[in-house]
């Protein structure tokens, strides 16, 4: 597909910072549904301000890293376990950001940083792969300074389903989306331990839309269909979306 149709088939009012941006760039480099969108949708309810040292946890191949320090003029700590540094450099180089991004591979539970360093840790579509543990968000929470911000926004249901798998999506559901939960399981899971105030916890606006939209133009683009667009449409926003988080430290 040209980068023209692909750009008039993904245009999307609501995230006019991301508008600036290469949708080709943004294609090419997707692991999942545009994490760019996603970052623009948390910082909507996450104020950063010019000089802060941000932790992109899971920040995969840094698309989400170059978009906060370009947008907000922040310094970003572009940390993933999959993604290797090197291939993440590449990409900072190109977008001018030497300076202000910094890549390294990093395992969630074995952060290489000193605690109280950040002024706010983000995590865009990877938080539920390490974070559901009771206890984490104590040890990650640490990274911040106290009073900092901690912002998320992951794949979620819209309310924690009776069974499993939920019967209308049986023949599609993969069983590690039991880590997928509601904007409510999120505030209590934070909020119980004392630990961070939770400022919003709730659900992106049309986020099924938008991730059904991106999955069908990018199955077009590779020229294959995708299973998680069937899923997508069977559902049709009854049950999956994107939870988004924000609160800061005690
Ligand atoms: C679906 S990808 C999303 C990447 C990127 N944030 C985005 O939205 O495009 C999930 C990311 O979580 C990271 N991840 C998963 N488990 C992790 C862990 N235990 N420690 C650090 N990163 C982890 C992976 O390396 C991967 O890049």
Redesign the pocket.
């Known amino acids: 597909m040209d980068d023209d149709e692909l750009a008039t088939l993904l245009a999307n009012e609501r995230y006019p910072r991301s508008a600036r941006y290469s949708i080709r760039w943004m294609v090419d480099n ?3 549904p545009n ?1 760019v969108w ?1 970052a623009e949708a948390l910082t909507q309810v996450m104020p950063l301000e010019a000089g802060m040292r941000v932790l992109d ?5 840094a ?2 890293s170059i978009f906060l320090a370009k947008e907000f003029d922040v310094e970003v700590w572009a ?5 290797k540094p090197t291939d993440n450099w590449s990409r900072v180089a190109e977008a001018g950001l030497h300076d202000q991004v910094h890549p390294l591979h ?4 074995a952060l290489p940083f000193s605690e109280r360093f950040f002024d706010a840790l983000v995590s ?3 938080y539920h ?2 974070g559901t543990d009771d206890l984490y968000i104590g040890y990650y929470s640490r990274f911040v300074k106290p009073g900092g911000q901690i912002g998320i926004v992951v794949p979620g249901v819209a309310e924690e389903p009776e069974t499993f798998p939920p019967s209308h999506l049986e023949r599609y559901w993969k069983w590690d989306f039991c880590s997928f939960h509601s904007p409510a399981w999120w505030r209590h899971h934070w909020q119980k331990t004392g630990q961070v105030s939770v400022d919003v916890a709730d659900w992106v606006t049309d986020g099924w839309h938008d991730w059904l939209r991106w999955n069908v133009a990018c199955d077009r683009d590779r020229g294959e269909p995708g299973e998680e667009a069937a899923m997508l449409r069977e559902d049709a926003g009854r049950l999956l979306g994107f939870t988004r988080v924000a609160a800061h430290r005690r």
Not at 57 to 61: D, L, Q, R, S, V
Not at 79 to 83: C, H, I, K, Q
């Open positions: 997707a692991m999942g994490p996603l946890m899971g920040c995969g191949t698309l989400t940390a993933d376990l999959w993604v990093a395992e969630a539970h865009i579509d990877a792969y390490f």
